[in-house]
């Protein structure tokens, strides 16, 4: 095997590896609970749902003049604790840690600066594709 049959093996693995990680269909409120006008799109003109979902972003064309294929909202450990970050209600104080935030049955997440770490969770009894 050559430096080339290398290089080609090696893109090759990159791109199966990436079809398996983009793959898994978001959940509904990971979609469903995105505002339309904070959507990135994520697909292009006339894609499918199930294009989309297999992509592994969320798809809606219920809403003229946004994207219908788009970025999902990031996972959390609880689909109660999904939500877009100006949706958090502070349920902590500043320093408060992801156990005792977790005692007071809320939602942590430290991923971003300035807004509630610790915060209440949501029903997903809201939650649709």
């Not at 693995?13 to 990680?21: E, K, N, S």
């Not at 994207?67 to 689909?79: R, T």
């Amino acid at each position: 095997m050559g430096p080339r049959d290398a290089q080609l093996l090696a893109v090759l693995l990159v791109l199966g590896l990436c079809a398996l990680v983009g793959g898994e269909k978001p959940s509904p409120c990971q979609c469903s609970r995105l505002s339309p006008q904070k959507r990135k799109n994520c697909g292009f003109p006339g894609i499918t749902s199930d294009q989309c979902f297999d992509k592994g972003c969320c798809f809606d064309s219920s809403v003229a003049g946004v994207p219908w294929c788009f970025e999902p909202l990031p996972k959390q450990e609880s689909e109660q604790c999904v939500m877009e970050v100006s949706a958090r209600r502070d349920c902590g104080f500043r320093g408060i840690s992801p156990e005792e935030c977790a005692s007071r049955n809320c939602c942590f997440s430290n991923l971003i600066f300035e807004v509630p770490w610790c915060f209440y969770p949501k029903s997903v009894e809201d939650c649709h594709y």
